[in-house]
Nanobody, 121 residues
Framework: QVQLVESGGGLVQPGGSLRLSCVVS????????MGWYRQAPGKQRDLVAT???????TYADSVKGRFTISRDNAKNTVYLQMNNLKPEDTAVYYC???????????????WGQGTQVTVSS
């Protein structure tokens, strides 16, 4: 059973920074990609950033230039550095691990329990 545990959320003022961490119970190198998603109240869960096993990164347009995703394979940990936070960044942030298996490339997603990020003055 794969477990993902997020930490680092909290309350921060606009313009502030937070760093989220996601510790995984197994080697993250075994996953095709790791990612961060977020879900605001009453809204769908949206992709924030992903990083592949080759460390190729992608970002949602709304966070480009402000957020940075990174990984430490030795620690089985993925990070999300969030700078210049805005009130619209307020959401529950979820860590995601993606496996792609078999010739038909079935996708398996694993999720953490989420960590709340609130940006408010």
């Amino acid at each position: 059973q794969v477990q993902l545990v997020e930490s680092g959320g909290g309350l921060v003022q606009p313009g502030g920074s937070l760093r989220l961490s996601c510790v995984v119970s197994t080697s993250i190198f075994s996953f095709y990609a790791m990612g961060w998603y977020r879900q605001a109240p009453g809204k769908q869960r949206d992709l924030v950033a992903t990083i592949t096993s080759a460390s190729i990164t992608t970002y949602a347009d709304s966070v480009k230039g402000r957020f940075t995703i990174s990984r430490d394979n030795a620690k089985n940990t993925v990070y999300l550095q969030m700078n210049n936070l805005k009130p619209e960044d307020t959401a529950v942030y979820y860590c995601n691990a993606l496996s792609i298996v078999g010739g038909d490339e079935q996708e398996f997603h694993y999720w953490g329990q989420g960590t709340q990020v609130t940006v408010s003055s």
